[in-house]
């Protein structure tokens, strides 16, 4: 004991500096450690932002750019994996908390603690090149995915539009099906929508959205004018069961009027109108079922067939309403003639002296095409005032005012053919 503890500086000094030495490598490969495990964790948070600059190329919806970079991005990767499966095995090597690890695998760890990080680092920059690289693609990526948010959101107010405009319907007393079947097949495409760019991509996503919100928008105005649109055909209703009760009330002015012109004037003159109290009989039983036809689908709203059944309707009493007038516009027509057929002369000649007039302004001969149908209706006048003087006891007053129409069409005609030049 006493020569051991007495023993010689250089022994007494080999026992204590190899104590230092063994805990100094120890405490070396640890810092070794501890600098490899940074460089981990450094080269690992690297790893997801450059993953996430991937997945935003991939997602914005170039094929060939997006193929370009996953195969590299799979390439640096792969090299990556093997670097961390090194560093792994370097951590796993020895322990450096044990005393009694072999101080010749505790300086080995440390080189291959070392070397890892000298990888781990290398790997890490080319990382930042690799995304460096990657930066205009990446920011192309990004403002396609700037739009995306806002278009989603619009798709979305769009369809509580939608939805909020066909509760009111509802409540107002419509169903709306057809437009309540549109709003639920938009429900997948809203699912779509919700699932995002990593799983559809940022084209699709952004028509994905631009079509729901167009479709939806169709869909709440429509919803929004079934109240007006109810309202308005149910006037337009109203409107035509009056006709068709003012049609039903003159009807009867036919009969007489048509019986005084039998009696009157000659068969030229009515033998046109006599069917004029059979279709108006008819044309109001059909109206009547027509409109009763509108309300049905109105009721059902079949809008469309609504409105056609209610264009029916109307031209019906259109048709019918004016041969009712034409019956009692031609008896007053032809008791004016029959009194002053004098009156419907003048007003031809009339007529055609104007037109003459404007034909001569300026001129010393008129111009053929101005002269020659004016002619023709001063040949067509004495015609026609011929005729009805020669007729005898039952004058054809129908054809006389048909002829001197014709007469002030003609000058008419000219007039316009003038003021055309």
């Known amino acids: ?46 790893q997801r932002d450059a993953l996430l600059a991937v997945e935003t190329v991939k997602s914005a919806g170039d094929p060939a750019a997006a ?18 499966v090194a ?63 806002p278009a989603v959101e619009r798709a979305r107010q769009a369809l509580l539009g939608a939805t909020t405009a066909l509760e009111r319907a509802r409540e107002a007393g419509l169903r709306a099906d057809d437009l309540a079947a549109r709003l639920a097949e938009l429900a997948p495409e809203l699912t779509r929508l919700n699932q995002g760019v990593a799983q559809h991509g940022v084209p699709a996503t952004l028509r994905r959205a631009e079509d729901v919100a167009r479709r939806a928008e169709e869909i709440r105005a429509e919803a929004a004018q079934l109240p007006e649109r109810a309202t308005e055909i149910d006037h337009r209703v109203a409107s035509l069961r009056t006709r068709i009760d003012a049609l039903e009330n003159r009807a009867p002015t ?19 109108l006599q069917q004029v109290p059979a279709q108006t009989a008819d ?30 309707v109307r031209a019906l009493l259109d048709t019918a309403g004016g041969a009712v007038t034409a019956v009692n516009e031609r008896l007053r027509q032809l008791n004016e003639v029959q009194h002053d057929p004098q009156r419907e002369i ?66 008419a005609e000219v007039v316009t053919l003038i003021r055309g030049h």
């Open 1 to 46: 004991m006493v020569r051991v503890a007495g023993g010689g500086g250089g022994g007494r000094g080999g026992w204590w500096g190899g104590g230092n030495r063994r805990d100094g490598a120890r405490a070396d490969a640890r810092a070794a450690r501890e600098a490899a495990q940074e460089s981990f964790y450094e080269l690992d948070s690297a």
């Open 67 to 84: 193929r370009r970079v996953e195969g590299e991005f799979a390439d640096l990767t792969a090299r990556i994996d093997q670097v961390t």
């Open 254 to 272: 036919v009969d007489p009027a048509l019986s005084e012109l039998r009696r009157r004037f000659s068969t030229s003159c009515w033998q046109d």
């Open 87 to 149: 560093y792994l095995g370097a951590l796993d090597a020895v322990d450096l908390e044990s005393a009694e690890s072999d101080p010749g695998a505790v300086a080995r760890a440390r080189q291959q603690l070392d070397q890892a990080k000298r990888e781990l680092d290398a790997k890490r920059a080319e990382l930042g090149t690799f995304v460096s690289r990657l930066q205009p693609v990446l920011e192309q990526a990004e403002a396609q995915l700037i739009r995306v948010t």
């Open 283 to 312: 044309a109001v039983r059909t109206a009547r079922g027509k409109l009763a036809e509108a309300v049905r689908a109105r009721d059902e709203q079949r809008w469309a067939d609504a409105t056609a059944a209610i264009g029916t």
């Open 346 to 411: 003048e007003r031809a000649r009339f007529a055609i002296r104007d037109a003459q007039r404007l034909a001569m302004a300026g001129r010393q001969a008129p111009d053929p095409r101005h002269a020659g149908p004016l002619d023709a209706a001063v040949a067509r006048l004495d015609r026609a005032v011929a005729a009805l003087e020669e007729s005898g006891r039952h004058p054809d007053y129908w054809r006389f005012l048909t002829e001197l129409a014709a007469v002030r069409e003609t000058a």
